[in-house]
């Protein structure tokens, strides 16, 4: 299973930017989907998830800016990032808990995109 991350990019504080991830290859389910990031110095905080039945979560600091959503015939999720400040310049990651054989056997199994950075200059 690969994650393909895209959509990130530099604007002003008050800009907006769409990220985008999909997930190819085997697998019988997504579970999880969600967006972390990790600005300098930091460690990786998770920004916002959504459950299969679309029920959304996302951090304190980006409630009422931020939209996750999910396409479940496209594998894809994404990130809608309004009102958008200096402090929410990071590297964006997609990740996704999924339901796949491996070695033999089912389970869930968390996965990683590539990473995408998002520069909001003031």
């Known amino acids: 299973v690969q994650l393909q991350a895209s959509g990130g990019g530099s604007v002003q504080t008050g800009g907006s930017l769409r990220l985008s991830c999909a997930a190819s290859?085997?697998?019988?389910?997504?579970?999880?989907m969600g967006w972390y990031r990790q600005r300098p110095g930091n460690e990786r905080e998770l920004v916002a998830s959504i459950t299969v039945t679309n029920i959304a979560q996302y951090a304190d600091s980006v409630k009422g800016r931020f939209t996750v959503s999910r396409d479940r015939a496209k594998n894809t999720v994404y990130l809608e990032m309004n009102s958008l400040k200096p402090e929410d310049t990071a590297v964006y990651y997609c990740?996704?808990?999924?339901?796949?054989?491996?070695?033999?056997?089912?389970?869930?199994?968390?996965?990683w995109g590539q990473g995408t950075q998002v520069t909001v200059s003031s």
């Open positions: 290859g085997s697998f019988a389910n997504i579970n999880v």
């Open positions: 990740n996704m808990d999924v339901l796949m054989e491996r070695g033999g056997r089912w389970g869930n199994f968390v996965h």
